[in-house]
Nanobody, 120 residues
């Protein structure tokens, strides 16, 4: 079992920045992928970014060049640095954990989500 806790969401003006964190606890695995997803009201869940245990990164088209995913294995924590935020980035952001080394998942564990609101 893996527990995920996100933090760092909030309200920011367009053009601003936020950094989300996701700390994992529980069992440890040698190979895994961690990812960020988001869901806006009335929309489907969207892939944002992922990082494998070997630190290979992947990004959704809508955030490329603006968001950066990273991790600190010593702290079991993953980060999402979000720059140049736009109102359309407003959503609940979820941290997810996959036992696969493939960013497509499947993701077996999910955090509770953290709200990001970008005002225009």
């Amino acid at each position: 079992q893996v527990q995920l806790v996100e933090s760092g969401g909030g309200l920011v003006q367009a053009g601003g920045s936020l950094r989300l964190s996701c700390t994992a606890s529980g069992r440890t695995f040698r190979a895994y992928t961690m990812g960020w997803f988001r869901q806006a009201p009335g929309k489907e869940r969207e892939f944002v970014a992922a990082i494998t245990w070997t630190r290979v990164t992947y990004y959704g088209d809508s955030v490329k060049g603006r968001f950066t995913i990273s991790n600190d294995n010593a702290k079991n924590t993953m980060y999402l640095q979000m720059n140049s935020l736009k109102p359309e980035d407003t959503a609940v952001y979820y941290c997810a954990f996959s036992l696969s080394n493939n960013y497509r998942g499947p993701y077996s564990y999910w955090g509770q989500g953290t709200q990001v609101t970008v005002s225009s």
